[in-house]
């Protein structure tokens, strides 16, 4: 078995340094800190659209240094566009317990680190084996498709995740460990692809239970998303445009929205607009379908409103500074 095992994991790291994505911006200048940044936004998200995001992000907040003062809503505005904005919010809470716990030093053992939020068994796995370059194992999407399929596990049986992570950490070597962890991922995003693996090109193909067979795409039956209604009032004089901090724990959360109402209807807290117009869209979150109505009011000049709702007159140069939802940032870098 160990002649097995040392041979799978040879293989991987062998073809990660002849095939392996050494051009992703997160695998230049590694640092425990860098990782992290990049583990987080490629969780439930695709490379090509954390890439920009990454940079963009490490441009402003390069180090542990950088981001120690930094505050929620930086992060959430360079998030904006990202989704899960939880995420942003684990980026936050993390980096002051580091800060707070750890004398500013990123944690360097598997208890530390997944006592941060945000961080768990696989993520902090990919810190401690890419960062430290300690033998620990992962299994995020890519790797849970390679091995389970390498060794034929039935993911429908209920302890599957159990046997992945045995075999994940009977695999995992202890030599060459940034190669394979490195490695095992990119066989898995670039190869062992969900419906057309190219087992040919596969570096465990001559080992693996399953290569060459036709992969049955078992297609579930789509449920349909919720649906809700909301309606938005987004007032606004010359470049100035008034919004709302979502304070509510759910979808948006921390995030500045225009007035939300419960429907189109005359409001109080607003005066009569010099001009009004409406826009209706949808736009889709992964758990939930919104059918979006928004007012857009015009305005002399800002009004005082009366509310215990967070509120700011925001000047449209300063919108990039706090954190949005995307369709609401695109609905005010359209207005004219």
């Keep these: 078995m160990e002649a097995a095992t040392n041979i799978f994991s040879s293989s991987i790291y062998s073809w ?15 640092t425990p800190y860098s990782v992290w940044i990049s583990e ?61 716990n750890f004398d500013n030093n990123f944690p360097s053992t598997f208890d530390e680190l997944v006592s941060l939020p945000g961080i768990g068994k696989s993520t902090a796995g990919a810190i401690l084996s890419i960062a430290y ?21 039935d993911l429908s049986e209920k302890k599957s995740d159990n046997k992945l992570w ?15 962890t ?14 057309k693996p190219t087992c040919i090109e596969c570096p465990v193909s001559k080992t693996c239970k399953t290569a060459f067979e036709e992969i049955k795409v078992i297609r579930k039956s789509k449920k349909e998303k919720p649906q809700r209604e909301i309606f938005f009032k ?16 759910s979808f948006w959360e921390s995030l500045w929205v225009p007035y939300e109402d419960e429907g189109i209807k005359n409001d109080k807290i607003f005066k009569k607009p010099l001009k009004r117009n409406q826009q209706k869209f949808n736009h889709a979150l992964s758990h939930l379908d919104l059918m979006i109505t928004i007012e857009i009011f015009e305005y002399k000049k800002p009004f005082k409103i009366s509310t215990n709702r967070e509120h700011q007159w925001i000047c449209r140069d300063e919108i990039k500074n706090y954190g949005l939802p995307k369709p609401i940032k695109l609905i005010i870098d359209n207005h004219v």
Aim: aromatic content about 12%; proline content about 4%; hydrophobic content about 40%.
């Design 182 to 195: 490195q490695g095992i991922m990119d066989v898995g995003a670039t190869v062992c692809s969900i419906k």
């Design 16 to 30: 990660y340094e002849k095939h392996g994505r050494k051009d992703l911006p997160w695998r230049k200048n590694i």
């Design 40 to 100: 987080i936004m490629l969780q439930q998200t695709q490379v090509k659209t954390v890439i920009p995001f990454y940079e963009r992000f490490m441009k402003k907040f390069p180090d542990l240094n950088a981001i120690s003062d930094a505050s929620e809503e930086e992060i959430l505005a360079l998030w904006t566009g990202l989704g899960f904005y939880r995420r942003a919010k684990n980026i936050f809470a993390a980096k002051e317990i580091v800060k707070k």
């Design 133 to 153: 370059k300690k033998s620990f194992p992962i299994l995020d999407a890519n790797v849970k498709r390679v091995i389970s399929r390498h060794d034929k596990v």
């Design 166 to 180: 045995q075999l994940s950490d009977l695999y995992t070597p202890n030599k060459k460990i940034f190669e394979y």
């Design 234 to 249: 987004l007032a606004h004089s010359n470049n100035k445009f008034l919004l709302f901090k979502k304070n509510s724990k």
